[in-house]
């Protein structure tokens, strides 16, 4: 307990998402996305009319990126898996695991050994956030 709110880690099957309205500061649960199981680590799109997040709900221990519509009240919709080629092979017997689902609008460049050597490098770039 942490100043009267119970805290609850991502990977707990109580992890649910739910809808923030900056303007009101008014929030309530993403009812039709979430399940029984975890849900966690979501990303917004650009115009704020999807969300995409992971979830365990296939099987309790592999996340998968699902997405779905968010009205103009905030409601959000039934989510969905992106459609597969072969989603039997893809989703059941594929060993990824979707943990940090993100939309993107250009395609991403991100060669592994030069990744790699940013992310262990001694050195920091300093950033600012501007509100």
Do not use: C
């Amino acid at each position: 307990m942490q100043d009267g709110l119970r805290l609850i880690p991502i990977d707990h099957r109580e992890a649910d998402l739910w809808v923030l309205d900056l303007r009101s500061g008014e929030s309530h649960p993403a009812t039709e996305a979430n399940s029984a199981d975890t849900e966690s680590f979501h990303n917004w799109s650009s115009d704020s009319r999807w969300v995409v997040f992971s979830s365990r709900r296939h099987d309790g221990m592999t996340s998968l990126a699902y997405i779905a519509h968010v009205d103009t009240l905030g409601n959000v919709s039934k989510p969905f898996l992106l459609p597969q080629r072969n989603p039997k092979k893809f989703h059941l017997h594929s060993l990824h695991s979707f943990n940090t689902p993100d939309f993107t609008t250009k395609r991403v460049n991100l060669p592994p050994r030069e990744t790699y050597n940013e992310v262990f490098a001694d050195t920091r770039e300093q950033v600012t956030i501007r509100m």
